[in-house]
């Protein structure tokens, strides 16, 4: 088999172009149609009766897995879709109490990034504050 572009000389024969299964039959020399951009192949009436029944069998073979996979896209993946949207919602709604969220105690406009000061008494020891009690801890 030997590819030919569109617009050459070719001997007489048959030829196929794969792109869009279009048979030129060429009953004497001369040019194939179309451009630069148009491929064929010079296949045998012979190899033609091979391939055309294999191409026939695979399409048998494979159109119940078409069938198959058009009704999981149109039906099942929208389910599956708004079910995952329900449950989304379901957990933003329950998890909200008295404005804080149930998971980890977590306040998502509050920052701690960083230390807590230990409170200085107003009489006794350390009254002044030392730089230990400054310094920040918990």
Not at 5 to 23: F, I, W
Not at 38 to 51: A, C, D
Not at 101 to 110: A, D, G, K, Y
């Amino acid at each position: 088999m030997v590819i030919n572009k569109g617009g050459t000389t070719v001997e007489k024969g048959l030829y196929l172009n794969p792109m869009d299964g279009r048979r030129v039959n060429m009953r004497e020399d001369g040019a194939l149609p179309g451009d630069e951009r148009k491929s064929y192949l010079k296949i045998s009436p012979v190899g033609l009766l091979v391939i055309a029944p294999l191409f026939g069998m695979m399409y048998v073979l494979f159109l119940p897995l078409f069938g198959i996979g058009v009704f999981i896209i149109s039906w099942v993946v929208p389910i599956i879709g708004t079910l995952a949207s329900v449950a989304i919602t379901g957990l933003k709604v329950c998890s909200r109490v008295e404005g804080r969220s149930v998971f980890f105690n977590w306040r998502p406009t509050r920052a701690h990034f960083h230390g807590f000061r230990k409170k200085v008494k107003a009489g006794g020891k350390g009254a002044a504050g030392s730089s230990q009690d400054l310094k920040g801890g918990r």
